[in-house]
């Protein structure tokens, strides 16, 4: 048994994370307020957006921009078989049907060109996934939307206004990454980020959402939109309900709740702070892990090239020619020398859920391939380069 203990991914919080939540905690304002509302500036700064909007799960984000698009039953939407369950729940939750999209051969992402051939008159948005913190290629899936305009037939002012299948991107990994000169967030046309305890920036629980702007629709009213539907269609919210006298109010529709409060929020205002410094420890440890595997017989997830940068999220690296149950037992023989290593993802067909709805895990080989020889290596801010040396050369071991 090695002397070390090495976290797959433990939060990074510091003395100056604590102090703000206490002074949230002294300010007898704890839910969603003051602190939630700044939150959502600095996001929507950051990443060059009008508005952002805070709630408590990267889910709930991207559910409540597919009810805020009107997506539901009879309408098809798009995402890939390759990632965590969250990207296609969200279609299930609003009555929609899932489409699932096998990844391009030994790539992360989905096969765009089987994506195109999915497009139908009912397919309504496409949630691309940014795996491991690196941005999909936006531009292209535009061109393909834009390509296949004549077929989309708006059902409400929204949609006729975009005039198009709506990207709703599955940014949870990738808060900070660029592609083409656009920060995540400018590319797509609605974009999800997690604060989840594993992700580059937490709140513990939370995620926020950030759009484009477009032609002919109000920021605010957007925004508007996602309070009523995150605070059960209430439509005022407790902050304005503490004006002295002031408690009447309606409910416009029966709706969710799935608000942030302003103790995730503190946390995540002094985790943005922090959040550059941070990303380029990431971008460090990456760098000594390519390094330090070259020439191993393995193919890592390529965070930096010349026209993107990840936000360096997770590490992942495929054992090339090596099965599953060989994988697995690296994985064991690393918990044994003190190491936590993970696997990402088991492609969604394999999964009860949606071999329930009918999907095969033979129609997606490709997504096979990916699951069949990955582990993902510890990549965290708590990691010292000594750490970083010492699961490179026990990977090796193993690996060899």
Not at 31 to 44: C, L, R, S
Not at 311 to 323: D, E
Request: with cysteine; proline share 3%.
């Amino acid at each position: 048994m090695g002397n070390k203990q090495i976290a797959f991914s433990p939060p990074d919080i510091t003395e100056e994370e604590i102090a703000e939540v206490v002074d949230t905690l002294k300010s007898g304002w704890i839910t969603t307020g003051p602190k939630t509302k700044k939150f959502e500036e600095k996001i929507a700064d950051f990443c060059h957006t009008s508005k952002a909007v805070c709630l408590n799960s990267a889910t709930a984000c991207a559910e409540m921009t597919l009810r805020v698009l009107g997506i539901g039953p009879g309408d098809e939407v798009i995402t890939s078989a390759y990632t965590y369950t969250a990207s296609a729940s969200v279609i299930s939750h609003v009555g929609a049907q899932i489409v699932l999209i096998d990844t391009a051969k030994d790539s992360y992402e989905m096969d765009y060109e089987k994506m195109e051939e999915a497009i139908s008159d009912k397919t309504k948005a496409i949630i691309p996934v940014d795996l491991g913190g690196v941005m999909c290629d936006y531009s292209r899936i535009l061109e393909i939307v834009e390509r296949k305009k004549t077929l989309f037939s708006p059902a409400n002012e929204l949609q006729e206004k975009m005039g198009r299948i709506a990207i709703v991107a599955d940014a949870a990994h990738a808060v900070g990454a660029q592609r083409d000169g656009k920060l995540c967030g400018e590319a797509a046309d609605f974009t999800s980020f997690s604060f989840h305890a594993v992700k580059n920036l937490t709140t513990a629980e939370g995620g926020a959402v950030v759009w484009r702007d477009i032609e002919g629709v109000d920021n605010n009213e957007l925004y508007k939109k996602y309070m009523l539907l995150s605070l059960h269609g209430q439509s005022k919210d407790a902050l304005a309900k503490t004006q002295l006298g002031s408690w009447e109010y309606d409910i416009v529709e029966p709706y969710f709740k799935c608000n942030m409060t302003d103790i995730m929020a503190s946390l995540g205002l002094v985790q943005m702070r922090r959040y550059r410094v941070m990303e380029e420890r990431r971008k460090e440890i990456i760098e000594m892990y390519n390094r330090g595997l070259e020439g191993a017989p393995v193919s890592v997830l390529e965070h930096f090239g010349e026209n993107y940068t990840s936000s360096g999220h997770l590490y992942l690296v495929r054992l090339n020619g090596r099965t599953r149950e060989e994988c697995n037992e690296i994985i064991m023989k690393m918990a044994d020398e003190g190491i936590a290593t993970n696997v990402h993802y088991k492609p969604l067909p394999m999964l009860s859920a949606y071999k329930n709805i009918g999907f095969d895990i033979k129609d997606y080989p490709n997504a096979y391939a990916l699951y069949e020889n990955e582990i993902t290596l510890p990549l965290h801010t708590k990691l010292t380069n000594e750490d970083v040396e010492y699961i490179i050369n026990t990977f090796k071991k193993y690996v060899k």
